[in-house]
């Protein structure tokens, strides 16, 4: 993938970026000087045919239905291609996210629990105008300052994959926040992590109406009995890890020209009427959402960034456009048999056929593959298993503990981390994960020394894919 520019299309990034299955998410600030975010697709998955078209087309669908009144979801200000990259960029901060917060500890249960009422709120909202989320996991629930929780990547995964995800997948996903979430707790709220437990099997067996219902009329098995956005605010505040630039905060100083290339909005293409993002974000008073690249109508040209760029300056079609409008458009003039513009657009249609065609061979074979992909269950851990020795270790022993990590099979990655009660040394690590095979054995080299009786515990705590596990086990050392 390449080396993302200091900015794209006035929106300036900043050092903080992870990776998705969609790509590279970068923490950025708006051309207003707001938090927002920019994700550049991975290559080879933006560059297969017809998926360029079907994220457009969920982002202009997540468009209409914010303008319609619909929140809880991140407003997305604009889709751009630069060259062979294409860029999604919101007006909404997109992190911390659920699983930033998990990482660090649990979440409060009043807290956990707001975080669930307002997903099963957003995902029935959609599920009403006819379209569903289709990858709802820790890393796409996204938590403001406020304590707001926003779903992002709406319909992405999908449009990567050439699915359409039914809504008990979406449920499926909401019962998986909700059991992460309890397990989370440990043991130190018996009460809540019961009731989240049974929210997570009432989304499965009845929906995700009655599961929200069930949280919200049995608040009450809840410390302090009450749901509150609170304890996320503060989480989310203490655990951003947004990069902040020294002029966040305030207008952009005029920067000094820079040539970024050839950037143009894919949201606004000839024959498609594109909605603007409203003023104020989604969710709740989420934040503001500022309209970029918005106000251009059906039949309208592409909006270009960049230097030596003018609104009605003529130019020539960019590469960009070609690929886009190639088998989409059909020619809006009659013209005369044998004339000179006949003439041309013959040739570029043989142009057109010919660079279809070299384009599908050498496709051919990402395509296959990437099918098998689309068809393949994404990685999910089923159960882990701590096991330490039985018997007591004596002088500067260097014990053995062995975690087993059992998953259903799929390939990926596992982010795993150890920690000592002893100590706080925590033990970080990942591990990848092959396709047909579901055991893995995670070890932990524990060496004590000293003259001391001591009962040590190891934990291992499974980070992702969530939702977060634990096991622990526990040997006795006596020197």
Not at 28 to 35: E, H, K, L, Q, V
Not at 38 to 51: E, N, Q, R, S, T
Not at 155 to 174: F, H, K, N, Q, Y
Not at 444 to 453: A, D, F, I, N
Request: charged content about 20%; aromatic content about 4%.
């Amino acid at each position: 993938m390449n080396n993302p520019s200091p900015d794209i299309a006035g929106f300036r990034l900043t050092e903080h970026t992870w990776m998705t299955e969609l790509g590279n998410w970068i923490d950025a600030i708006s051309p207003d000087g707001r938090r927002a975010g920019a994700l550049l697709f991975d290559p080879k998955l933006i560059g297969l045919p017809g998926v360029r078209e079907r994220v457009v087309q969920a982002v202009m669908t997540d468009q209409r239905l914010v303008l319609a009144g619909l929140t809880g979801l991140i407003p997305v200000a604009d889709v751009v291609a630069a060259g062979d990259q294409v860029w999604l960029l919101t007006a909404q901060a997109v992190s911390p996210t659920l699983a930033d917060l998990l990482a660090a500890g649990p979440v409060e249960p009043g807290a956990a629990a707001s975080l669930l009422v307002e997903t099963a709120q957003t995902l029935l909202a959609l599920h009403a105008a006819g379209v569903t989320h289709g990858s709802v996991h820790p890393g796409t629930v996204v938590i403001t300052a406020e304590g707001v929780s926003l779903l992002s990547e709406r319909g992405l995964s999908d449009a990567i994959r050439a699915r359409v995800s039914p809504r008990e997948r979406d449920a499926a996903g909401w019962a998986s926040l909700a059991r992460g979430l309890a397990a989370s707790f440990g043991g130190g709220s018996p009460e809540a992590a019961e009731l989240f437990e049974r929210a997570a099997a009432t989304a499965g067996t009845l929906g995700l109406g009655p599961a929200r219902d069930l949280l919200v009329n049995e608040r009450g098995r809840l410390p302090g009995g009450r749901i509150s956005r609170d304890g996320l605010a503060v989480a989310a505040r203490g655990r951003s890890a947004f990069a902040q630039s020294p002029s966040y905060g305030r207008p952009p100083a005029p920067a000094p020209a820079r040539d970024e290339g050839d950037i143009v909005t894919l949201l606004h293409v000839p024959g498609h009427t594109a909605g603007t993002v409203p003023g104020q974000g989604a969710g709740q008073g989420a934040g503001q959402a500022a309209a970029y690249g918005a106000g251009q109508g059906a039949g309208q040209a592409p909006a270009h960034f960049g230097p030596g760029i003018g609104a009605a300056e003529p130019r020539a079609e960019t590469p960009a456009e070609r690929i886009w409008r190639a088998g989409r458009e059909e020619a809006a003039t009659v013209h005369r048999p044998g004339g000179r513009q006949a003439r041309a657009s013959r040739a570029r249609r043989r142009r057109t056929v010919l660079a279809t065609a070299v384009f599908a061979v050498i496709m051919a074979g990402a395509i296959l593959a990437w099918f098998r992909l689309g068809n393949a269950p994404e990685l999910a851990v089923k159960s882990i298993n701590v096991v330490a020795p039985k018997k007591t270790q004596g002088c500067g022993s260097a014990v053995q503990i062995t975690g087993t990590v059992v998953t259903n099979g799929a390939a990926g990655e596992i982010v795993y981390e150890w920690r000592k009660n002893l100590d706080k040394e925590v033990v970080k690590g990942t591990l990848r994960t092959k396709e047909n095979q579901t055991s893995y054995t995670v070890p932990l080299r524990w060496t004590l020394e000293g003259r001391s009786s001591v009962k040590a515990t190891a934990t291992l705590r499974i980070v992702a894919p969530g939702p977060v596990r634990t096991d622990k086990a526990s040997f006795t050392y006596k020197c």
